[in-house]
C-alpha cells in the first residue's frame, strides 16, 4: 500500500498544538478552499466521531468546475440540484486516539479505494522548533496510508498497468502535498495568531491577566480569558471561517438564528432573533462579551429597486436590532464589544487614491453613491451601541480573495480556460484607458481582522478591512495569470458584467477604483498573514 508522509516543524508547545486539533473548527480551518468543502465536522477526534466532507477533483479541473458552480449558485436565481455539485462525498471516521500524542481517521467512504491518516505529535529537539519562552517545540507527523481506486485492475497489465500506476501515483501525491503544504501553513498561522492575542491553547487561558494589560499593549494583550462571541451570519463566507478561527482558540462562538432554521431550538448552541420583526430577547444576548454582525443581503445583482431596498433594509435591520439591545444592557456594568461590518463602498466607487493620491485613511471622505449610502447608513446603525459604552468597530471590507466566493471565483472560470483578464478596464479593444485601483484581502486577513477586533481593546471606530498593497486592475490580471500559469492580457468586455449586474452594478461593484490604506490595521498591532496579492493567491488556490 502506497505510504504519503510529510513532518512539519511547529514553535508550539505540544500540548497546544493538539489541543487545537480537539476543539471545533479544526476540519474547517484546514480544509483547502481549492480541494473541497466541509459538510459536517466531527464532535471532537475521540473514537468513533465522523466528519463529512466535499472532495473536488484535483488541479484546475476540480478548481475550474467547483468555481464555475459557485459563480451559478450566485448569480442564477434558482438553486442548482444536488447531484450538479462537482464534489464527491467523503466520510472519514476517528479509529485511535492517545492524548497529547496521535490520533487516526480512517475513510468509510469515498473516492479512494482505502484511506488511513495518523497524526503523531512529538517534542521537537532542543532547538529544532523552540516555542517563545524556550520550551520544546513540536514536530507533527502526518502518515497517510492508501490505495488508489483501480489499483488491482492495474496491476494485471504487465509494465503499462505499473507505468500508469506510478504516473497515477505521482500525481495524487503532487495533490496531497499541496494540500498538506495548505495545511501546515493554516496550523502555524492560527497558532501564531492565538499566540499574538494572548491565548494559551492548550490551557484555555492567557498568558496574560486583564489587570496587566496596559493601554500600549497591542490586541494580542486585550483576550485575557475565553470569551462568549455571539455572531449573525455564522454560515456565510466570511463567518464560517471566523466561527472556526474564534474556537480554535477555546472561545464560545453562539449563533444567531432565524426560527425555522437547524440550528434552533438546540439549548445553548444558538439565540433565535428576527430582525426583520424587531424581535431579539435581551436577556440571551446578556451573555455575550462580543456580537460580530455579518449578516446583511449580498450586494451583488442587478440593481433593481427590490434589490437596493434588501441591501439597505437588511443591513439596517439587523445593525439597528442588535446596537439597541447591546444599549439596554450597558447597565449592568459587562464590557462588550459590537464588531460590525461595512464595505470600502463607503469611499464612493470613483475615489481612486484619494484627494491627496496617498489612498483612502478611515477618516476620508464619504461617496454619495448607492453603497456608499449603505455603508455610511449601515454604520450609522451602530451608534446606540457606541453611545452606550459598548467598544464599536466597523470593519470595511474590500475584496475577498477565495476561490469559496466572491470576485475571485467569480474570474476563475475565465482565467483557466485562458480567456480571463483586467476587469473594468474599458474593454479590450483601448477602453477609455483606465486601470482602477483594487483594494483586496485574503479570506484568512479578513478573518483575522475580524477576530482581531472583537479581541482588542484598543481597535475602535472604522477600520478598512484591506490588505496594506492595493493594486490596480492590470497587475491583479497579471499576478493571478502568474499564479494559474494562464494568459491575463485580454481585458473582459463591458458587456459581460452589465449583462448580469446591469449599468448601475457593474460601475459600482466592478468598475469601482478605491484604493483603500491599512495603516490603522498595522497600527493596531495586526500581523497579515498576506501582504501581498501573489503570496495570498498562491496560498488560496495551492499554486
Not at 495524487?172 to 494559551?200: I, K
Not at 456608499?372 to 449601515?378: L, N, R, S
Amino acid at each position: 500500500m502506497p505510504l504519503f508522509e510529510r513532518r512539519v516543524h511547529l514553535p508550539f508547545r505540544r500540548t497546544d498544538v493538539f489541543t487545537w486539533f480537539t476543539r471545533p473548527g479544526a476540519l474547517v480551518r484546514l480544509t483547502p478552499p481549492f480541494a473541497g468543502s466541509v459538510r459536517r465536522e466531527p464532535e471532537g477526534i475521540h473514537v468513533g466521531a465522523e466528519a463529512r466532507l466535499g472532495i473536488g477533483a484535483p488541479g484546475s479541473v476540480g478548481l475550474g468546475l467547483e468555481s464555475a458552480a459557485g459563480l451559478a449558485r450566485t448569480v442564477l436565481p434558482v438553486s442548482l440540484p444536488a447531484w450538479l455539485a462537482p464534489e464527491v462525498p467523503w466520510t472519514a471516521r476517528h479509529t485511535a486516539f492517545e492524548d497529547g500524542r496521535m490520533f487516526r481517521d480512517e475513510m468509510v467512504s469515498g473516492p479512494l479505494r482505502s484511506w488511513v491518516h495518523t497524526h503523531t505529535f512529538e517534542d521537537a529537539a532542543p532547538g529544532e522548533a523552540d516555542t517563545a519562552d524556550g520550551s520544546p517545540g513540536t514536530v507533527m507527523i502526518d502518515h497517510v496510508e492508501y490505495e488508489l481506486p483501480g489499483s488491482s485492475l492495474l496491476s494485471r497489465f504487465g509494465q503499462a498497468g505499473r507505468f500508469t500506476g506510478h504516473w497515477t501515483r505521482e500525481h495524487f501525491e503532487a495533490e496531497l502535498d499541496r494540500q498538506f503544504t495548505y495545511r501546515h501553513a493554516q496550523l502555524r498561522d492560527d497558532l501564531s495568531f492565538h499566540t499574538d492575542h494572548g491565548v494559551a491553547v492548550g490551557a484555555g487561558d492567557t498568558t496574560v491577566a486583564p489587570e496587566a494589560a496596559t493601554p500600549g499593549d497591542t490586541a494580542t494583550r486585550a483576550s485575557s480569558r475565553s470569551l462568549t462571541i455571539v455572531m449573525s451570519g455564522a454560515r456565510g463566507l466570511i463567518g464560517t471561517q471566523l466561527a472556526a478561527l474564534l474556537t480554535g482558540g477555546g472561545h464560545r462562538v453562539v449563533p444567531l438564528v432565524r426560527p425555522g432554521s437547524t440550528t434552533f431550538g438546540q439549548r445553548g448552541a444558538a439565540i433565535a432573533w428576527d430582525p426583520a420583526a424587531g424581535s431579539l430577547d435581551p436577556e440571551e444576548l446578556r451573555q455575550a462579551d462580543v456580537v460580530v454582525n455579518l449578516s446583511g443581503e449580498n450586494i451583488g445583482g442587478r440593481m433593481t429597486e427590490a434589490h437596493r431596498t434588501a441591501v439597505l433594509q437588511s443591513r439596517l435591520d439587523t445593525t439597528g436590532l442588535l446596537a439597541r439591545t447591546l444599549a439596554q444592557l450597558a447597565d449592568d456594568g459587562r464590557p462588550r464589544t459590537l464588531v460590525n461590518g461595512s464595505g470600502v463602498g463607503y469611499y464612493g466607487s470613483d475615489a481612486g487614491a484619494g484627494p491627496d493620491g496617498e489612498g483612502l485613511p478611515e477618516s476620508g471622505p464619504a461617496g454619495t453613491d448607492f453603497l456608499a449610502e449603505v455603508c455610511q447608513q449601515w454604520e450609522r446603525a451602530t451608534a446606540p451601541a457606541a453611545e452606550a459604552g459598548v467598544r464599536t468597530v466597523m470593519i470595511r471590507t474590500g475584496l475577498v480573495q477565495t476561490p469559496a466566493g466572491g470576485i475571485l471565483q467569480q474570474v476563475l472560470p475565465l482565467f483557466l480556460v485562458g480567456a480571463g483578464g483586467p476587469l473594468g478596464t474599458g474593454g479590450p479593444f483601448g477602453g477609455d484607458g483606465r486601470d482602477p485601483w483594487q483594494s483586496w484581502i485574503s479570506i484568512d486577513d479578513i478573518v483575522g481582522l475580524f477576530a482581531h477586533a472583537a479581541l482588542s481593546g484598543s481597535v475602535t471606530g472604522p477600520l478598512n478591512g484591506v490588505a496594506p498593497h492595493p493594486v490596480r486592475a492590470r497587475e491583479f490580471a497579471q499576478t493571478l495569470g502568474r499564479v494559474l500559469h494562464r494568459p491575463s492580457a485580454l481585458p473582459l468586455p463591458p458587456q459581460a458584467p452589465r449583462m448580469v449586474l446591469g449599468e448601475e452594478g457593474n460601475r459600482l461593484l466592478v468598475e469601482a477604483d478605491q484604493k483603500a490604506r491599512a495603516d490603522k490595521a498595522l497600527a493596531s498591532g495586526y500581523r497579515y498573514r498576506h501582504p501581498d496579492l501573489e503570496s495570498a493567491l498562491r496560498h488560496v488556490l495551492g499554486r
